[in-house]
């Protein structure tokens, strides 16, 4: 059974800051993984898909990288901004027809003016 | 904003009652999924449909149904609420052939 997770579970940091949030999965046999904001009782938004034969995507100030031999993925945010504090999860899926998403717990993040 | 709309955004319900929420794919997209998120937790997967049949689902009860329609609208039915249902209910939708999936901003369901 694929398990994610992210830790640590909440995060703060002084607006400015390049910061890297980490996703770790136990089942490497993961077609691709996606990085998603959500704010506060809202839906996701899907920041970057990354396919199972890529090793990186980037768009604007946000780059992810996957390793699926050790089972992670970090997103990186460079020069972070009040704007970013959301929460961050990460999600995997497999190959076929059911290509069903197993999410982590997600990483809240708090960019302080 | 992803073209993925649910309705409605909030609904209260008393245990043992019955809900349907609504969601309407986004244009193209054949396929729909529904997941589960409770408070601090990350999404859980109830079910897919793909052309109006179900062909993947969670561990989640029969009590939660589902319905596509020729258009990819979709219904999500869940009987007998319990109160651990009250949860943000999510609909994702994708196109065929590809696997970067749209979720809508949510149906937030509590059981009283």
């Known amino acids: 059974k694929q398990e994610v997770t992210q830790i640590p579970a909440a995060l703060s940091v002084p607006e400015g800051e390049n910061l890297v949030l980490n996703c770790s999965f136990t089942?490497?046999?993961?077609?691709?993984l996606q990085w998603f904001r959500q704010d506060p009782g809202k839906g996701l938004t899907s920041l970057l898909l990354?396919?199972?034969?890529?090793r990186e995507q980037t768009s604007g100030r946000l780059n992810a990288s996957l390793d699926k031999s050790s089972g992670r993925s970090t997103l990186y945010i460079a020069a972070s901004q009040p704007g970013d504090s959301a929460t961050y999860l990460c999600?995997?899926?497999?190959?076929?027809?059911?290509?069903?998403?197993?999410f982590g717990k997600g990483i809240t993040l708090s960019v302080r003016p | 904003e992803t073209g993925v709309t649910q309705s409605p955004t909030h609904l209260i319900k008393t245990r043992g009652q019955q809900v349907t929420l609504r969601c309407s794919s986004q244009?193209?997209?054949?396929?729909v999924s529904w997941y589960q998120q409770a408070l601090g937790q990350g999404p859980q997967f109830i079910f897919q449909?793909?052309?109006?049949?179900?062909?993947g689902r969670g561990n989640f009860p029969p009590r939660f149904s589902g319905l596509q329609f020729p258009n990819y609208s979709s219904e999500l039915n869940v009987n007998a609420l319990e109160l651990d249902d009250s949860a943000l209910y999510l609909c994702?939708?994708?196109?065929?052939?590809?696997?970067?999936?749209?979720f809508g901003p949510g149906t937030r369901l509590t059981v009283t």
């Open positions: 994702a939708s994708r196109r065929g052939g590809s696997y970067e999936q749209y």
């Open positions: 089942d490497s046999a993961i077609y691709n």
């Open positions: 244009s193209g997209h054949n396929t």
């Open positions: 999600a995997v899926s497999g190959a076929g027809a059911n290509s069903k998403l197993t």
């Open positions: 449909y793909y052309r109006e049949e179900e062909n």
């Open positions: 990354i396919q199972s034969s890529q």
